[in-house]
Nanobody, 124 residues
Framework: QVQVVESGGGLVQAGDSLRLSCAAS????????MGWFRQAPGKEREFVAA????????YYADFVEGRFTISRDSAKNTVYLQMNSLKPEDTALYYC?????????????????WGQGTQVTVSS
């Protein structure tokens, strides 16, 4: 089994930055992709970003528009999401997810392992 734990959410103002962290533990050798998703109230959970190791491929949702950066520390099995220029519409519960798959990384059903989520609230 794989366990995934997120941290780093909070309440910020528009234009501020936040850094989310996600640590994976357990059978991490099966993992190929680590991703971030978010879910706002009343909306579907949507893909934000993903990072793959090995290979180093990185993927972003269009709405990121260069504001978010995903990075990883392979030695610590940890992935980070640096979020800059936050907007009120970025308010959501942010989930970290882990997958043994290398394709279709934007699809939530490709990720069998999920964290509990960390709340990000951006005030205007």
């Amino acid at each position: 089994q794989v366990q995934v734990v997120e941290s780093g959410g909070g309440l910020v103002q528009a234009g501020d930055s936040l850094r989310l962290s996600c640590a994976a533990s357990g059978r991490t050798f099966v993992l190929y992709t680590m991703g971030w998703f978010r879910q706002a109230p009343g909306k579907e959970r949507e893909f934000v970003a993903a990072s793959q190791w090995p290979g180093g491929n990185i993927y972003y949702a269009d709405f990121v528009e260069g504001r978010f950066t995903i990075s990883r520390d392979s030695a610590k099995n940890t992935v980070y999401l640096q979020m800059n220029s936050l907007k009120p519409e970025d308010t959501a519960l942010y989930y970290c997810a882990a997958s043994p798959y290398s394709t279709a990384v934007t699809l939530k059903n490709k990720y069998p392992y999920w964290g509990q989520g960390t709340q990000v609230t951006v005030s205007s």
